[in-house]
Every structure is written in C-alpha cells, then in structure tokens.
C-alpha cells in the first residue's frame, strides 16, 4: 500500500484535488458568488461574464470532452478551481495503469450554481480572509490587499502542466507559460496579461453609497482568448498575399507572422490554422485544394504525440506557398483562405457538443479571383 501511494502522489499529487483551499466567503459580501460582486462592480462582472473565464465549464465543447474524459477530475482543476464548485473529491487512485481508477468522496460543500460559474471571481482575487488586487484599500467595504495578478507566474497554475511522468508527450500538454518564456528570451516585452486582460483608462472601481466608488486605472476583465475573432486576427498576422489563377494552374504566395507571445496555435491540440488554396465551381463547391495546416497532434487521453508538431513559434516568420496544377473543367475561380478553427467539426466532441464548422472557425483571410480563361 505505501508503494502505491507512493505512486499516486507522484504522478496525480497535484491534480486529486482542487486547484484552491476550502473558502468562505467574507463576511462584508456573504457569497462566493460573482453575482454578488456584481451589486458593486457590475462593469468588471459584464466583462467578465462574456469571458472564457466565466465559460470555463459550461462551455459545450468542454462539457462535450468530459464524456469522453476518463479522468474528468484532472480537467475539473483549473475549469472548476474551488474545493466548492466540486461535486466529488478524489482523495485516492485504485488503479492508475493500465487505467486511472479515481476513488472519490461526496463534498458537502458543493454549490451547484457556482460550479457553472468556472474560474469566477474569488478564485483570483480572494486569499484567505481578504480580498488581493492591485490596489490596497483598508477603508473598502471588503478591505484588499496588493497582489501582481499581472504575473505570468499567477497565470501558469492553470496554463502551464503536463504529466511528465507519465505518456509520451514531447512537452507539458498545456505548454503556454514555457512557450512565453520563449518569447521572452527572443527579445518580447510583454506579459499575458498585456494582450489578455489589458490596462484600460481610469473607471470608478466599484458604486459604493451616494458618491460611488474612487477613479481608478482599469482593467480588462473580459479575458480575450481564441473564441474571440477580432482578437485572434490581432495575432495571426498575413502579409504580401499573392494570387494568381490561368486554366494551366493557380499560385498563391503569402507571409504567415506569429504576432503572439505564444506558439500559434498553443494548448488545445484540436486547434489549428490552415492555410487553403482550392479551385472552386460556379456554385462555390470546392473541387480541389492544396493546404497547409499548422497544430499540435496529441492525444490528450493516451497523453501522447499523434503526429509532427507544426504550430509556430512565438515571433516567427513563415513564408508559403501553395499551387494547384490542371484545375478542373469545372473551376471558375480560386479561393486562398486563412482560417483559424476552434475544434474539427467532425471530432465526437464537437458533434456532441452540436457545433458547426460556421462556429468553430475564425475566417482570417478569404481572397478569390476568377480563373482566367474561363467562359
């Protein structure tokens, strides 16, 4: 039995439980609720509430990913991080080859409703009896204290873990903290946040009694991540598309710049770019294609390497091209796409998540030219 435990806390010691301690809420607000900070801060919460942050567990495709998840606890700590958004506990593991076999307990701290509130407010900023921020106020209705929630350590407890010890992945599963130290390394002067959760001008903090709350520099709380097109197009950067299409054949040329702090795409290995040059017909049916695709292909259940891993590295440069030879008899004119997608809309999780490819891609560039030549 001690050889077994052992085992455990090796390899899952960090995952069994949730990312936090059990927590109560202060008494100044009496709910954990992000609903509750809303009375005050109903600004920060409307941003917030169109967050990833806010989505982090009733999002389709991750409810859609624990049916196929033998191991749901491990997601459960970063997408539910409070020992309260917990149904059950896993304290033990049975078994852990050639299957993970948790044994769990039931919580009686649960609340049900602030489970499908994910990574919600007091999961950053309360600590202890206090709430944290950048500002220290003794006098606020809930006194805080300083914290750099700025930092790219606080965000590697969520956005940066692997299971080293097990698998066969060529690097941590969730690797965005090592690819911005990358990043960092290769001369870039910006932190997640600065992209992520921008400083905004100053905004009354929080409406508190008749006069309201103090002017203060703000925040971005909206958290802009890779559901967000507008923002993704801030990354994914092309340059010096060319084009062309005869009867013979089409060319097409462009620069491909990783305008991230990141590798592009990073984490989720469902996501990928892909660089598309087809021949379409006069009803926009595609008859033939020439693509390049760049992602990570990894298994995320076997925790292995499925295939090369072609996502770009922070800051880099990749000049493509692509060509079609002989296009079809029925081709009127060539489309060079972009497109940045989510999930491979015929993945198991994204059909049960009933998601289309319409919602699941970000369409970055889509150039067309008719063929020359043609009737």
Excluded at 68 to 94: D, G, N, T
Excluded at 309 to 324: E, F, G, H, V
Excluded at 343 to 361: Q, R
Aim: hydrophobic fraction near 40%; include cysteine.
């Amino acid at each position: 039995m001690a050889a077994i435990a052992g085992l455990n806390t090796w390899v899952y010691g960090d995952f069994k439980q949730p990312l936090l301690e059990p927590m109560d809420p202060l008494p100044q607000i009496g709910s954990l609720s992000a609903a509750s900070c809303s009375a005050c801060h109903a600004e920060i919460y409307a941003e917030w509430k169109r967050s990833g942050h806010a989505r982090a567990f009733v999002d389709p495709l991750y409810q859609a990913e624990l049916e196929h998840q033998p191991v749901p606890f491990i997601c459960h700590r970063c997408h539910s991080p409070l020992v309260e958004q917990r149904e059950e506990l896993a304290w033990w593991m049975w078994t852990v080859l050639p299957r993970v076999v948790p044994a769990t307990s039931s919580n009686d701290r649960f609340d049900p409703d602030l489970q499908k509130e994910g990574v919600t407010c007091v999961a950053c900023h309360q600590v202890d009896d206090h709430m944290v921020g950048p500002f220290a106020d003794a006098e606020a209705p809930h006194p805080t204290a300083v914290a750099d929630l700025r930092s790219v350590d606080f965000c590697a407890r969520c956005h940066q873990f692997g299971f080293e010890r097990i698998g066969k992945l060529d690097r941590p599963l969730l690797d965005a903290v090592a690819e911005w130290r990358d990043y960092e390394a290769d001369g870039g002067n910006q932190v997640c946040a600065d992209c992520h959760m921008p400083q905004l001008p100053p905004r009354v903090a929080g409406q508190v009694g008749p006069t309201g709350g103090k002017l203060r520099p703000g925040t971005d709380h909206s958290l802009r991540g890779p559901y967000d097109e507008a923002f993704v197009r801030t990354g994914v950067l092309v340059q010096d598309v060319k084009l062309e299409a005869s009867r013979q054949g089409a060319d097409a040329s462009l620069l491909l710049v990783n305008g991230t702090g990141h590798r592009l795409p990073s984490s989720e290995p469902e996501r990928f770019l892909e660089v598309r040059l087809a021949a379409l017909d006069a009803d926009g049916n595609e008859l033939e294609h020439d693509a390049i695709r760049f992602q990570r292909r990894a298994d995320v259940v076997k925790l292995r390497e499925t295939g090369e891993d072609t996502t770009i590295p922070p800051r880099a440069r990749r000049d493509l091209s692509l060509s079609l030879q002989a296009l079809p008899a029925g081709a009127t004119e060539v489309r060079l796409s972009v497109d940045f997608w989510l999930w491979d809309p015929e993945h198991e999780a994204a059909v049960t998540a009933g998601l289309s490819a319409d919602e699941l891609v970000h369409h970055i560039v889509d150039r067309r030219i008719p063929i020359e030549g043609t009737p």
